[in-house]
């Protein structure tokens, strides 16, 4: 796990001349080589280029978006100390970077940078792309997807409808309803114009960004069509720039293994909260993991958990129903295959219980927050609970007793006290909290 940076002044100072150099290079408007010296001016095409290929920028459309390289290039996103020497880029091989964020330059917080895949994932796409098309050693990744026949029938669509993405691997998209699809479009936050259930106002590129992006990994779709400030437990989507997100940065739920009591017991209360929560909500969509770690989850810097990577949420409209997914043969193509065998087999949409994310959080992350912490006789009825809400083979019913029965013994160990920023003060008011 790669150390946090908190917004110091050390940390937001250290490396200032080669941040400048760098974001001054990546934004060509802001630096002529002419007027370099000749060796600086060949640093500075050199940072650019590479600077564009770190971010994926050399990518774009075939990427995520755009919405968030201003920012870099006023550099009001500072990777602090990475860039510790003239014109070095962090290491490529790491998912995320942590980073200060600022909308004024004056006050920075937190944020975290990440891929939605691995670069040499994202490089092993590109090569898929290219071979579909048995295409030549200088192949434009953007041109062969758009030639696809599922982009053809995108640039002549309307409106995003389930059959334009069949056969993608996201969970997100394994049982789409209109309602659904007709949310990721109304929220998409790469385009200028959002708000409406219509494609009108996506250009070519914007509908290429979009369908790559749910190909790829639909975690930041899910931040932006299910956002916090509603209450989803989702960090907050603040753009993306070539193949790179930000978001709102956070510890990870798997530092927290040896928390005190009161904390451990707070926070698998919030966790079966969440996973309650995404089972039944207002807007009457089921949530599930296709399956759980403790990195997948975070807490805020106010104690309040949320899940900070969303890439295996699957989604079932409730209200509306779900069109089945279907594995018919052209519904594949290099779309199916970015990040995955083409093969894969998707469940059905009939065939995720209720249970389903309970039993997994009471068997994976439960155990590992709040065993050995209590008094013997709390200890064991804890245990108990969680052994029946983490057995698969019991019916729905009785394993989310279990769940509510164990958050029930949990509540009372909690404490109300300013660690917990989140529901304090008012914790001492609201037996709610």
């Not at 409730?318 to 043969?329: F, I, L, V, Y």
């Not at 509540?411 to 660690?419: A, G, H, V, Y």
Request: aromatic share 10%; net charge positive; charged share 20%.
């Amino acid at each position: 796990m790669e150390p946090r940076l908190g917004p110091t002044a050390a940390t937001l100072h250290q490396g200032w001349p080669a941040l400048l150099l760098w974001f001054s290079a990546l934004s060509s408007s802001l630096s002529s080589p002419a007027s370099l010296s000749p060796s600086l001016a060949l640093q500075v095409r050199s940072s650019y280029t590479s600077g564009r290929t770190f971010l994926g920028l050399d990518k774009c459309n075939a990427c995520i978006g755009t919405s968030i390289c201003k920012k870099f290039f006023k550099e009001e996103i500072r990777f602090g100390n990475w860039l510790a020497t003239p014109l070095r880029l962090p290491p490529e091989y790491l998912l995320s970077y942590p980073a200060n964020y600022s909308d004024d330059s004056k006050t920075w917080r937190p944020v975290e940078m990440s891929r939605l895949v691995s670069k040499s994932q994202n490089e092993l796409s590109d090569r898929r792309i290219c071979a579909s098309a048995v295409a030549p050693k200088t192949c434009s990744i953007e041109r062969v997807l758009r030639k696809t026949g599922r982009f053809q029938k995108w640039l002549q669509a309307k409106r995003l409808t389930p059959d334009l993405v069949q056969g993608l691997s996201s969970p997100l998209l394994r049982c789409p309803s209109q309602r659904l699809l007709d949310r990721v479009v109304r929220r998409y936050a790469e385009v200028a114009d959002a708000g409406s259930i219509f494609m009108d106002h996506f250009t070519d590129r914007d509908k290429l960004r979009l369908l790559y992006t749910l190909a790829v990994n639909a975690h930041p779709i899910l931040l932006q069509i299910f956002p916090g400030a509603e209450g989803w437990p989702l960090p907050k989507y603040l753009g993306s720039c070539g193949r790179f997100m930000v978001s709102t940065s956070t510890r990870p739920l798997q530092e927290f293994d040896g928390a005190a009591p009161d904390q451990a017991a707070d926070l698998a209360y919030q966790l079966l909260g969440v996973v309650e929560a995404l089972r039944n909500n207002d807007l009457n969509y089921f949530f599930y993991f296709t399956h759980v770690d403790a990195d997948m989850f975070g807490i805020f810097s106010n104690g309040q958990l949320f899940i900070r990577n969303a890439s295996t949420l699957g989604v079932i409209d409730k209200q509306e129903g779900s069109q089945a997914a279907t594995r018919a043969e052209e519904n594949k193509d290099i779309f199916s295959c970015l990040v995955s065998g083409c093969q894969a087999e998707l469940p059905s949409c009939d065939a995720i219980p209720e249970k389903h994310s309970v039993v997994q959080v009471c068997r994976q992350l439960l155990p590992r927050l709040l065993q050995g912490k209590f008094p013997s006789l709390v200890q064991k009825e804890i245990d108990t609970m969680l052994a029946q809400c983490g057995e698969d083979a019991l019916p729905d019913s009785e394993i989310l007793r279990a769940a509510n029965q164990l958050k029930d013994t949990l509540r009372p160990l909690r404490t109300c006290d300013p660690r917990f920023a989140y529901r304090y003060p008012d914790c001492k008011y609201n037996d709610k909290f």
